[in-house]
């Protein structure tokens, strides 16, 4: 099993910046993918961003490309996601995910992901 733990969410005025963090624990040894994914109320789960173990393989929602930026420290099984320019709509609470290489065939997808955290809230005020 894996255990993801997210943290670094809080509420941020539009045009702010947060960073959330994804410490992975327990038998890492097969993750070869880590990302994010979000689910505002009322709406579906949403993919954010996903980054291949060693970082060579990213992947980002068209909603968020070019204003969050995923990372990865391997050396402390850690995903990152920097989110810059907030906006009302990024308003969610967002989830880390990880999984095996299966993830990349359908990286936009939750089914294809085997762990979950908890979640950590994040709220833009406009």
């Known amino acids: 099993q894996v255990q993801l733990v997210e943290s670094g969410g809080g509420l941020v005025q539009a045009g702010g910046s947060l960073r959330l963090s994804c410490a992975a624990s327990?038998?890492?040894?097969?993750?070869?993918?880590a990302g994010w994914f979000r689910q505002a109320p009322g709406k579906e789960r949403e993919f954010v961003a996903v980054?291949?173990?060693?970082?060579?393989?990213?992947y980002y929602a068209d909603s968020v490309k070019g204003r969050f930026t995923i990372s990865g420290d391997n050396a402390n099984n850690t995903v990152y996601l920097q989110m810059n320019n907030l906006q009302a709509e990024d308003t969610a609470f967002y989830y880390c995910?990880?999984?095996?290489?299966?993830?990349?065939?359908?990286?936009?997808?939750?089914?294809?992901?085997?762990?979950w955290g908890q979640g950590t809230q994040v709220t833009v005020s406009s």
């Open positions: 995910v990880a999984g095996s290489e299966r993830i990349w065939f359908r990286p936009a997808s939750p089914d294809e992901y085997d762990y």
């Open positions: 327990g038998r890492t040894v097969g993750v070869h993918a």
């Open positions: 980054i291949s173990r060693g970082g060579s393989l990213l």
